[in-house]
């Protein structure tokens, strides 16, 4: 199973994709889609949907699993990672995925084992989970990579369907 996982954000939204198959990982791809503050709103919602379209179609995944977001006492941050991540889900629909959600600490759980691990246990799994020689960086890439994760480990694929 071919998992993107997303840490939707408007500056910064971080990408992973794995393949999960026989409780073992293989790391495809993982990167960011970064939005330069000087441009538009609308601008850097389309450059996000753009880029998050061609990796969907290039890629192909089975699954979009994406991080909920996470209430922050700065209201208009909030609001404009809520855009993001409903560009996210959009492009995601309009490829014919199934989206599933987590919130941050499902995640926690989910990569961890437990749902008040700090950032950097989640980061150190990550890495060891995924053989890689180093935590992915920005740190929006390394919690991508762990709702993907999250997502392979709660078995929510095994009676999956995708809406054509």
């Known amino acids: 199973m071919i998992i993107l996982g997303i840490d939707p954000g408007l500056a910064t939204l971080g990408c992973g994709i794995i393949c999960y198959e ?19 709103t609308p601008m850097r919602l389309k450059k ?9 179609i290039k890629y192909d995944p089975e699954v979009v699993a994406i991080e909920e977001l996470f209430f922050n006492t ?10 993001a991540r409903g560009v996210a889900v959009l492009a995601a629909v309009n490829n014919d995925k199934e989206i599933f959600e987590y919130t941050p600490l499902q995640v926690k759980q989910g990569v961890t084992g437990y749902g008040r691990a700090d950032k950097m246990q989640v980061q ?6 995924l053989n890689l020689s180093e935590i992915p960086k920005p740190d ?8 993907a994760i999250c997502h392979a480990h709660t078995g929510n694929f095994k009676n999956m369907f ?3």
């Open 74 to 83: 700065n209201t208009k941050t909030a609001l404009l990672v809520g855009h």
């Open 48 to 56: 996000i949907y753009d880029e998050l379209n061609e990796l969907i």
């Open 140 to 147: 929006d890439v390394a919690d991508a990579l762990a709702v």
């Open 124 to 129: 150190q799994m990550v890495r060891t989970l």
């Open 22 to 40: 026989g409780n073992h990982f293989k790391t495809i791809a993982y990167g960011s889609i970064t939005t330069p503050s000087t441009i538009s």
């Open 162 to 164: 995708r809406v054509k």
